[in-house]
């Protein structure tokens, strides 16, 4: 029902920026959250940023000042501006997009790849 394709991931060296974009498509009516999770090799899928409708935000403590989660004017489209990336943020970014009351509905992008060198 809603499709969700991620671009902007690429390799950077630390310190560098990249920006995430994630474009939705499809029946977004029940979507009140969108965000981005990622996934490092052998370690759990995390969230890192989350915007609700409402413009209200939420970061995973280790991105708290140097990412910045946004809508587009669209508001079918997410951003991930990401400052002074670390080799620890390396990991496959995947949006998201939810319906976080009951019934639940969860949506899944394919994931991009962030690689930060050291």
């Known amino acids: 029902q809603v499709q969700l394709v991620e671009s902007g991931g690429g390799l950077v060296q630390a310190g560098g920026s990249l920006r995430l974009s994630c474009a939705a498509s499809g029946n977004m009516f029940s979507i009140n959250v969108m965000g981005w999770y990622r996934q490092a090799p052998g370690k759990q899928r995390e969230l890192v940023a989350a915007?609700?409708?409402?413009?209200?935000?939420n970061y995973a403590d280790s991105v708290k000042g140097r990412f910045t989660i946004s809508r587009g004017n669209a508001k079918n489209t997410v951003y991930l501006q990401m400052n002074s990336l670390k080799p620890e943020d390396t990991a496959i970014y995947y949006c998201n997009a939810e319906r976080s009351h009951v019934p639940r509905i969860f949506y899944w992008g394919l994931g991009t790849q962030v690689t930060v060198s050291s």
């Open positions: 915007i609700t409708t409402g413009g209200n935000t």
